[in-house]
C-alpha cells in the first residue's frame, strides 16, 4: 500500500506565497517520480510540476518562475515540496500530490489552495 498525505494548503492573498508538502509512505521502493497536479472548478487536472527519482524537473507553462519543487534529503526521499510564490487567483485549486509507480499512479487526498485578488 502507497499512501499520500498533503498539507500546507490555505487562502492566500494575490501576490503572496505558499508552501506545500506530501509525504509518501509503504512500498515506494520502485517509485519513479513524485509530482503534483491540481484541479479548479469545471477544468481538468492538470500538471503543476514533477521530479522524477533522477532528479528531472518539469513545471506547467503557467506556474515557471513562480513555483519550485523540491525533495526532502533524507532516503527515502520520500518527500516533495511545492513552494508556490507569486501567487495568482487563477492559481486556486484543489492540489494533489502524485507518485508515479510502476503499475499506476497514486494521489493524494488534495489540499485546497485559494488565492483571492
Known amino acids: 500500500q502507497v499512501q499520500l498525505v498533503e498539507s500546507g494548503g490555505g487562502l492566500v492573498q494575490a501576490g503572496g506565497s505558499l508552501r506545500l508538502s506530501c509525504v509518501v509512505s509503504g512500498s515506494i521502493f520502485s517509485m519513479t517520480a513524485m509530482g503534483w497536479y491540481r484541479q479548479a472548478p469545471g477544468k481538468q487536472r492538470e500538471l503543476v510540476a514533477s521530479i522524477t527519482s533522477r532528479g528531472l524537473i518539469d513545471y506547467g507553462d503557467s506556474v515557471k518562475g513562480r513555483f519550485t519543487i523540491s525533495r526532502g534529503n533524507a532516503n527515502p526521499k520520500n518527500t516533495v515540496y511545492l513552494q508556490m510564490n507569486s501567487l495568482k487567483p487563477e492559481d486556486t485549486a484543489v492540489y494533489y500530490c502524485?507518485?508515479?509507480?510502476?503499475?499506476?499512479?497514486?494521489w493524494g487526498q488534495g489540499t485546497q489552495v485559494t488565492v483571492s485578488s
Open positions: 502524485n507518485a508515479r509507480l510502476p503499475d499506476g499512479p497514486r
